[in-house]
């Protein structure tokens, strides 16, 4: 061995090199902070309407037969189609005074 073991010179007390500075290492954290916040406070409302508009084209506005069938149904049996043979309207009006 050349030298002892441990340290052979002094350390090095400022090394500016590697240093991290405060006021640098606020700034960047605090402005990243931001930075994400606005980032999410336009993105979120834009995400939201995207997803709305799927769920309408998707979902919505998708032909649904079993739907139709069972409104068309509603429908006849509202209009007089019914044991009684009495429309809604028909009812609706007796109702009334």
């Not at 336009?42 to 939201?48: G, S, T």
């Not at 037969?65 to 049996?77: L, N, S, T």
């Amino acid at each position: 061995m050349d030298h002892a073991p441990g340290a052979t010179h002094e350390a090095v007390p400022l090394d500016p090199e590697n240093d991290i500075d405060a006021k640098s290492a606020v700034r960047w954290v605090v402005g990243g902070a931001i930075a994400l916040f606005v980032s999410l406070w336009l993105m979120v409302p834009i995400f939201i309407q995207v997803q709305d508009r799927e769920i309408q084209k998707k979902v919505n506005l998708a032909p649904n037969q079993r739907f139709d069938e069972i409104y068309a149904g509603e429908k006849q049996f509202l209009d007089g189609d019914n044991p009684t043979k009495k429309s809604i309207q028909s009812v609706v009006d007796s109702l009334r005074r």
